[in-house]
């Protein structure tokens, strides 16, 4: 994408600028989110794991590229990285992630017309891995991904595998 300016044309490394630039408690917003799922109810590699199925579910490179090098910092390996996309017959996951896996998915795909995303059988199976805490830290790690979809699917950041790197024009 190129932007034209009024002294040169330049490649854009994204589709808008960065939006905090003009909204900027985006920056508060998304430091409290980062605080509040931080708080180590859930492993950091569960939540890690949740967000990159998230970006996988919505399509989103930016995503997935991002929390797929968080994991690898985290020195998960290859094997589980690769696998989150087909978790439900991988062998490599804890029943503990399978859980939270199922829980973003059944949040962020639509259930056929009538039924609930999240089951109670579903509820049920995740609060039997995670305590009170735990269960509304992930629940808040998984809107805290859904406010950031909209920004990597509308404003389509660069992708980066460290939160430090350029993302934004």
Known sequence: MTRTTTTATRTSIS??????GFVPELNEISAALFRATGNRSVPRTTMNLVHLRA???VHN???TVLNTGFLR???VSEERITAVSSWQ????FTEAERAALALVEATLTPAPSGRERVTD???ARVAAHYDEKALATLTVAIGQIGFFIALAVIGKP???ESL???QWD
């Open 89 to 92: 017959d991988a062998k490599c």
């Open 61 to 63: 490179t930016y995503l």
């Open 55 to 57: 970006g996988q579910i």
């Open 121 to 123: 059988e579903l509820y």
């Open 15 to 20: 589709r808008m600028p960065n939006p905090a």
């Open 73 to 75: 910092k985290g020195g």
């Open 164 to 166: 430090a790197d350029p």
């Open 158 to 160: 660069a992708p980066v």
